[in-house]
């Protein structure tokens, strides 16, 4: 079965940085669209980025833009989130997906999903 584990979460002052990683196992990996989601308490699921299965495609929320890097290590079947100047808004669980295209990913539907990491940003 298609198994995506986030980690690299925790807890950082406002302006500070982390990266996320999500290891992928059971699929085609490299043959995947992969991107990450946040959720903050009491909020919708929100977009966060998205890159294509060469990692030539990106996409990036506007709330994000410029802060966040997505990247991904096909040898190595993970896939990151470079996460700089945060904010305490930026605070939430932050999930992992995959899909078929940037589309699909961007869509939120179908496809896998991680459980989740915790990233708690303090001002």
């Known amino acids: 079965q298609v198994q995506l584990v986030e980690s690299g979460g925790g807890l950082v002052q406002a302006g500070g940085s982390l990266r996320l990683s999500c290891a992928a196992s059971g699929m085609p990996y490299s043959t995947y669209a992969m991107g990450w989601f946040r959720q903050a308490p009491g909020k919708e699921r929100e977009f966060i980025a998205s890159?294509?299965?060469?990692?030539?495609?990106?996409k990036y929320a506007d709330s994000v833009k410029g802060r966040f890097t997505i990247s991904r290590d096909n040898a190595q079947n993970t896939v990151y989130l470079q996460m700089n100047s945060l904010e305490p808004v930026d605070t939430a669980v932050y999930y992992c997906s995959a899909n078929t295209d940037t589309r699909a990913v961007a869509a939120g539907t179908n496809g896998y999903w991680g459980q989740g990491t915790q990233v708690t940003v303090s001002s």
């Open positions: 890159t294509s299965w060469r990692g030539t495609i990106t």
